[in-house]
């Protein structure tokens, strides 16, 4: 029988506005079983690489990323 560990990922939506409202951002912060992960944001569907390297990093893996264009293709 394979016993697979469970983990909980929490994605929540954040934004900000400066105080003399000039600057707008915005991301989706990523928590793992309750701990934030410093780096873990998504701040625009570009970003799916940025967001998910520290996520698997803290769940112990090495990861090399290649990312391919479809010009490449």
């Known amino acids: 029988m394979d016993c697979k560990k469970i983990i909980k990922i929490e994605l929540k939506d954040w934004d900000h506005t400066c105080d003399d409202g000039c600057c707008y951002s915005w991301g989706t912060s990523i928590t793992i079983d309750g701990i934030e992960i410093d780096g873990g944001d998504f701040s625009s569907s570009n970003d799916v690489m940025n967001g998910l390297e ?6 112990g893996y090495d990861v090399i990323f290649e990312y391919i264009d479809n010009e490449d293709i």
């Not at 520290?54 to 769940?59: S, T, W």
């Open 54 to 59: 520290p996520v698997l990093k803290h769940l």
